[in-house]
């Protein structure tokens, strides 16, 4: 039972008394509150949270201003030598096609005649057609607006993710991951290409935060919020479609949500893809779909030597050359004949199990590990020039430290992974959703490619995971070191 005391009354402290688990308030007591409280311009307790709120605050800035600082110098020093390349040549062209055909394809804009297709996801295209819809065309004013919105976009994924989880692990615990994030090198370095990481990256971090407000908070519409979020998230990366109704049902069979707020959460989530696909639906059939692409994904990532064989393809290697053909032939005889295609690989599966049993088993680690395969390497997706990171004493250093520090981050991660799914308090709905999360797409890009690139819009989630993970260690050692006081008999 809690009951005020005189003592405590003014300061509005409480004391607790077991008797019969009711609560019990003296009438004359909460006369003495009231006027205690008007002698008195702020309560202590008040005055501490408005501090805390004023330093919380005042670190979030910090942090943010420093990622913004640090993304803004990378962006107007590197150079991308032929920014318009692989990925970002379509994601232009749709972009280029929506603005002046007014059809979302990603035909060659010197067609006669464009239809429509689905082959790209139509997020990242739609922020590209903003810019282009106010410059007009594809030139250097253009580009420069681009980077510097996705070093501005980058920069707020960390405020998001460090708001969602304020209450969760202690500030300067909060702090560390943040400063971790702002100099993590491929998020930083994601920024100055013309390809779909960065959006993602904040549009995941945006849902999640709207999600902390709705588990915090009673009514439908930060749940709506957050749905129509993911639903955003997932139309610039269709991995995403299915984890919002994934998690939805998981939040409410755990019980962080009731059932009318995880319904609407979840027909939130869905409404945004729903309509894309009912507009895929007019278009004529082709091969030319997303679904045909994540096909041709889930076949390259089956074999063990595509990433090595690609580079060795690009630096003209005749045998790669070949694996590559062999690789494309079978993707291909998956998308026009099914069956067909699954027995082949189902064949090829057979003549060394065991090989391919311990190359699915290492794809997480692939995923996420840190030198990019399909790219320039490293850090780098395309052939950057005049990067900091590789002429700034310290730019190098901290690269340098991060690369030594990523296997940890990965074991604390999972660890910060185990610790949020088995606790069971309600204030750790957040903490299950980014475990959620994390596991889900480990999951999906081990089934497809496992290309570090793709864990850039996830590194986030995975540093304050590994916050979560780190600081649960160091509460277990202050335990396990904490001295232990035994009786001695006389």
């Not at 400063?179 to 491929?186: E, G, R, S, T």
């Not at 995880?262 to 639906?281: D, E, S, T, Y």
């Not at 903490?431 to 890009?445: E, K, N, P, S």
Request: with cysteine; glycine share 6%; charged share 15%.
């Amino acid at each position: 039972m809690w009951r005020l005391t005189p003592h405590c009354a003014a300061s509005g402290l409480l004391s607790r008394v077991h008797h019969d688990h009711q609560i019990t308030v003296q009438p004359h007591l909460i006369r003495l509150t009231m006027e205690a409280s008007k002698k008195l311009k702020a309560p202590p307790f008040q005055a501490t949270a408005q501090r805390m709120s004023r330093h919380w605050r005042a670190v979030l800035l910090f942090v943010t201003l420093f990622a913004l600082l640090l993304r803004a110098y990378f962006a107007f020093s590197a150079i991308v030598d032929h920014p318009i390349r692989g990925d970002a040549i379509q994601y232009v062209t749709a972009a280029w096609n929506m603005v002046h055909r007014q059809v979302f394809s990603i035909a060659p804009p010197n067609n006669p005649v464009v239809v429509g297709d689905s082959y790209r996801d139509p997020g990242y295209p739609c922020f590209l057609a903003g810019w282009l819809f106010l410059f007009g065309n594809v030139g250097e004013k253009w580009y420069l607006a681009i980077l510097a919105t996705q070093a501005l976009l980058g920069a707020l994924t960390i405020p998001l993710l460090l708001s969602a989880l304020r209450h969760h692990l202690p500030e300067h615990w909060l702090l560390g991951a943040g400063l971790l994030m702002a100099i993590w090198p491929h998020s930083v370095t994601a920024c100055i290409y013309l390809l779909s990481e960065t959006l993602f990256a904040f549009l995941c971090s945006l849902s999640l935060f709207l999600l902390s407000l709705a588990l915090d908070r009673k009514g439908y519409l930060w749940p709506i919020l957050c749905g129509l979020s993911f639903g955003a998230a997932a139309l610039t990366n269709a991995a995403l479609i299915p984890f919002a109704l994934l998690l939805a049902a998981g939040l409410h069979r755990l019980r962080y949500l009731d059932r009318r707020s995880a319904l609407a959460f979840a027909a939130a989530g869905l409404l945004l893809p729903a309509a894309w696909q009912v507009r895929n639906m007019q278009l004529p059939a082709t091969n030319e779909t997303s679904g045909g692409r994540a096909l041709v994904n889930f076949v390259q990532g089956s074999w063990p030597e595509y990433h090595s064989s690609w580079r060795a393809y690009v630096g003209g290697d005749p045998a790669a050359k070949r694996m590559q053909e062999q690789i494309l032939e079978e993707a291909n005889l998956l998308r026009e004949r099914p069956a067909s295609g699954a027995k082949a690989m189902v064949k090829r599966f057979q003549q060394a199990p065991g090989r391919y049993f311990l190359w699915y088993l290492s794809k997480p680690m692939r995923l996420w590990g840190w030198d990019i395969q399909i790219g320039q390497g490293d850090i780098y997706i395309y052939p950057t020039l005049n990067s900091p990171f590789s002429y700034n004493p310290l730019l190098r250093a901290l690269a340098a430290i991060c690369h030594a520090f990523n296997p940890f981050l990965m074991l604390f991660a999972a660890w910060g992974c185990l610790t949020s799914l088995q606790r069971k308090t309600d204030a750790n709905g957040i903490m299950t959703a980014m475990a959620l999360m994390v596991l889900y797409i480990t999951l999906i890009y081990s089934v497809l490619q496992a290309e570090p690139r793709y864990a850039i819009p996830f590194r986030g989630v995975e540093v304050l995971l590994a916050a979560i993970g780190a600081s649960q260690a160091c509460l277990w050692l202050k335990r396990y070191r904490r001295p232990t006081i035994t009786k001695l008999d006389n």
